[in-house]
């Protein structure tokens, strides 16, 4: 932990003892890709003894992140000490994290912590935004945009094509999943449900569908990466280019998403 003294006020009041607060801040992870969430957190340790947790105050200005819903507070204790912990669920998609085909340093300022007359300025460490695109996409890009190209014409709209595929890859999904009360009437015991990373990640996505966009996209990636770890090689790109769509994944395609992968995840063996 990083304990740093505070200094002494000149007002006439006493202050506290200046090792009875001290704090350090944490970033994870330290490297992140463009547009994922980053996790922030101040820990503050009080002396119980001398200063009042509930005098406790810590102001954070946390640019060029933005923040992904409000701060969560939680409080322990332990014997004379009791521990602080203000968490920050982060997200950068300035151009001050966009260096394409590399990494761009993501510098946040001190966060401040004040008791009384007392001050404790606490460090963040540095943070980094890689890029998504490789030095291979920038010298051989494979999408080209010009703004005086004629509009094309379809027989039929491409996105309803798209998301009445997606629907029918899920009747389909669902359809397998009609077996599984045959087996058990045959009397198969099915397991207990456990809950997983991906699980959290899903309820994440089905909160954050009533969110902003910034919360849709940030949970729909975080879901892509999941997918990609737990093996689901064709949900993973489908969730990908949803997250990073140019018109942003609205409320209805983030709620439909989540259903899908959770019937994908019934039928799983």
């Given at each position: 932990m990083v304990a740093l003294g505070a200094a002494r006020s000149g007002h006439?009041?006493?202050?506290?003892?200046?090792?009875?607060?001290?704090?350090e801040a944490l970033l994870r992870p330290r490297v992140a890709l463009f547009g994922a969430s980053v996790r922030?957190?101040?820990?503050?340790a009080v002396d119980t003894r001398r200063v009042n947790p509930r005098a406790v105050h810590?102001?954070?200005q946390l640019a060029p992140f933005s923040q992904l819903g409000p701060p969560r507070v939680r409080q322990e204790s332990?014997?004379?000490?009791?521990?602080?912990?203000?968490?920050?669920?982060?997200q950068c998609v300035v151009a001050a994290c966009s260096r394409p085909g590399g990494q761009a340093s993501a510098t946040l300022r001190p966060a401040v912590v004040r008791w009384g007359t007392h001050r404790l300025v606490v460090a963040w460490p540095q943070g980094t935004i890689a890029s998504r695109l490789t030095a291979a996409d920038l010298a051989h890009p494979s999408l080209h945009y010009t703004s005086d190209a004629p509009g094309r014409g379809y027989r039929a709209d491409p996105v309803v094509v798209g998301?009445?595929?997606?629907?029918?890859?899920?009747?389909?999904?669902?359809?397998?999943?009609?077996?599984?009360?045959?087996?058990?009437?045959?009397g198969e015991v099915p397991d207990e449900p456990t809950s997983s990373e991906l699980e959290r990640i899903l309820e994440h996505v089905e909160e954050a569908a009533k969110g902003s966009q910034a919360d849709r996209r940030g949970a729909i990636g975080d879901l892509a990466l999941e997918l990609e770890r737990e093996g689901f090689g064709e949900l993973?790109?489908?969730?990908r280019r949803i997250a990073w769509s140019s018109g942003g994944?609205?409320?209805?395609?983030?709620?439909?998403?989540?259903?899908?992968?959770?019937?994908?995840?019934?039928?799983?063996?």
């Amino acid at each position: 932990m990083v304990a740093l003294g505070a200094a002494r006020s000149g007002h006439a009041t006493e202050p506290a003892a200046p090792a009875a607060v001290s704090a350090e801040a944490l970033l994870r992870p330290r490297v992140a890709l463009f547009g994922a969430s980053v996790r922030a957190e101040l820990r503050i340790a009080v002396d119980t003894r001398r200063v009042n947790p509930r005098a406790v105050h810590a102001t954070a200005q946390l640019a060029p992140f933005s923040q992904l819903g409000p701060p969560r507070v939680r409080q322990e204790s332990s014997g004379r000490v009791t521990l602080l912990r203000i968490s920050y669920r982060l997200q950068c998609v300035v151009a001050a994290c966009s260096r394409p085909g590399g990494q761009a340093s993501a510098t946040l300022r001190p966060a401040v912590v004040r008791w009384g007359t007392h001050r404790l300025v606490v460090a963040w460490p540095q943070g980094t935004i890689a890029s998504r695109l490789t030095a291979a996409d920038l010298a051989h890009p494979s999408l080209h945009y010009t703004s005086d190209a004629p509009g094309r014409g379809y027989r039929a709209d491409p996105v309803v094509v798209g998301w009445t595929a997606i629907g029918g890859a899920a009747v389909l999904v669902l359809a397998l999943g009609a077996f599984v009360p045959l087996k058990l009437r045959r009397g198969e015991v099915p397991d207990e449900p456990t809950s997983s990373e991906l699980e959290r990640i899903l309820e994440h996505v089905e909160e954050a569908a009533k969110g902003s966009q910034a919360d849709r996209r940030g949970a729909i990636g975080d879901l892509a990466l999941e997918l990609e770890r737990e093996g689901f090689g064709e949900l993973a790109p489908l969730a990908r280019r949803i997250a990073w769509s140019s018109g942003g994944p609205s409320p209805a395609v983030a709620s439909e998403l989540a259903l899908l992968v959770r019937a994908a995840l019934e039928v799983a063996p």
